[in-house]
C-alpha cells in the first residue's frame, strides 16, 4: 500500500514569488494533516481537513496561506507571496479519522527555501 | 503554558550501548503520548504510543517507553542501539479529550558512533 505521498520534494524560490505544495493522502483516510517543521523544531499544525472541510485551521496564516482539498482526496497548500521565513519543511499527514487514538501517518515533506 | 519537552537536543552513543531519550509534558489530565522517528528524507514514522493501561510500552524496532504519571514523563528507551538507528526523535502528545491534534516537541539529534 502507498503511503502518503508529496510533491514536489525540494523547492527553491525567490521571495514574493508564489509556491504551491501537493498531497495525496493513503486511500481511504479521510482526515488529512499539513504541517509546519521550521529547523530544529517538531512539527506545528497548520490545517486540518475532515474530508474536503477545514475544521481546523487556527494555526494557518491566512495573509499569505491558503488550502483546499475540493474533492475530499488530495490536496494543495499554497503560499502566496512568499517570504523569507517561509523557509521550512512542510508536512502532510493522514489518518483514517480524526479520533484521538488514531495514527497519523506522514509523507516525506516538502521542504521549501525562500531566496 | 501547556508543553512538550524534549531536555536533550543531541546524544551521542556508541553502537550497542543502551540508550534512553527523555520526553515531559505539562498537561494537565494524562494526554496521550507517542514517539515518532524521522530519518534524513523520510517521514516521521510511529515507533510506539501510549493510550492507558500497562506503562511499559513496546515498539517497533526494538523500542520501548515507560509512562510515569508522577513525573508527567514518557521517556524512550532501547537496551542496545544499531548504527541504523541515527535519525531525530519527537515525543508527542495529543492533550486529554482534543481530536487527533498532535503537540510535538522539539526533538532528539541521536549519533551512533560505531
Known amino acids: 500500500e502507498a503511503g502518503v505521498v508529496q510533491s514536489p520534494r525540494y523547492k527553491i524560490i525567490e521571495k514574493k514569488q508564489p509556491v504551491a505544495f501537493w498531497c495525496n493522502p493513503i486511500?481511504?483516510?479521510?482526515?488529512l494533516y499539513w504541517y509546519l517543521q521550521n529547523l530544529g523544531q517538531g512539527p506545528e499544525l497548520l490545517i486540518r481537513?475532515?474530508?474536503?472541510?477545514?475544521?481546523?485551521d487556527s494555526q494557518l496564516p491566512k495573509d499569505r496561506f491558503s488550502a483546499e482539498r475540493l474533492k475530499g482526496v488530495d490536496s494543495t497548500l499554497k503560499i502566496q507571496p512568499a517570504e523569507l521565513g517561509d523557509s521550512a519543511v512542510y508536512l502532510c499527514?493522514?489518518?483514517?479519522?480524526?479520533?484521538?487514538?488514531?495514527?497519523?501517518?506522514f509523507g516525506p515533506g516538502t521542504r521549501l527555501t525562500v531566496l | 503554558a501547556q508543553s512538550v519537552t524534549q531536555p536533550d537536543i543531541h546524544i551521542t552513543v556508541s553502537e550497542g550501548a543502551s540508550l534512553e531519550l527523555r520526553c515531559n509534558y505539562s498537561?494537565?489530565?494524562?494526554?496521550?503520548l507517542f514517539w515518532y522517528v524521522q530519518s534524513p528524507g523520510q517521514g516521521l514514522q510511529l515507533l510506539l504510543k501510549?493510550?492507558?493501561?500497562?506503562?511499559l510500552v513496546q515498539g517497533i524496532k526494538g523500542f520501548e517507553a515507560e509512562f510515569k504519571r508522577s513525573q508527567s514523563s514518557f521517556n524512550l528507551r532501547k537496551p542496545s542501539v544499531h548504527w541504523s538507528d541515527a535519525a531525530e526523535y519527537f515525543c508527542?502528545?495529543?492533550?486529554?479529550?482534543?481530536?487527533?491534534?498532535?503537540?510535538f516537541g522539539a526533538g532528539t539529534r541521536l549519533a551512533v558512533h560505531p
Open positions: 498537561y494537565g489530565a494524562t494526554p496521550y
Open positions: 499527514a493522514s489518518s483514517s479519522d480524526s479520533s484521538s487514538t488514531d495514527t497519523q501517518y
Open positions: 508527542a502528545v495529543v492533550p486529554d479529550g482534543g481530536y487527533n491534534k498532535l503537540i
Open positions: 481537513y475532515e474530508n474536503e472541510e477545514a475544521v481546523d
Open positions: 486511500s481511504g483516510h479521510n482526515t
Open positions: 501510549y493510550f492507558s493501561g500497562d506503562t
